[in-house]
Nanobody, 122 residues
Framework: VQLQASGGGLVQAGGSLRLTCAAS??????YAWFRQAPGKEREFVAA????????YYTDSVKGRFIISRDNAKNTLYLEMNSLKPEDTAVYFC??????????????????WGQGTLVTVSS
């Protein structure tokens, strides 16, 4: 299983970016995005379960970020809008088969991409 994240970059506050995670190998129930800001722990951002039919978000990105999945291409996306400086982090995609109560926990995922840096300037 390989996950390849891309799409990060430098953007001004209020701008948009789209992250892409290309997956190969077997499919999983949940594909998620996590992020890690400097000096902070990795945190859950969003997850798409059951071929993308169920979506979950952390409160701080609801209404601004959209997670989606192209099952034919085995690719995960994160559309990020109205970006804020506090969104600055390395973003990681992950895949696994967590139970619903654990889908926000990084420990529930065994497969990770390499991370892509998102920097939002004020």
């Amino acid at each position: 299983v390989q996950l390849q994240a891309s799409g990060g970059g430098l953007v001004q506050a209020g701008g948009s970016l789209r992250l892409t995670c290309a997956a190969s190998g077997r499919t999983f129930r949940s594909y998620a995005w996590f992020r890690q800001a400097p000096g902070k722990e990795r945190e859950f951002v969003a997850a798409a379960l059951d071929r993308g039919s169920r979506r979950y978000y952390t409160d701080s990105v609801k209404g601004r970020f959209i997670i989606s999945r192209d099952n034919a291409k085995n690719t995960l996306y994160l559309e990020m809008n109205s970006l804020k400086p506090e969104d600055t982090a390395v973003y990681f995609c992950a895949a696994g088969d967590p139970i619903i109560s654990s889908l926000r926990a990084s420990e529930a995922y065994n497969n990770w991409g390499q991370g892509t840096l998102v920097t939002v300037s004020s």
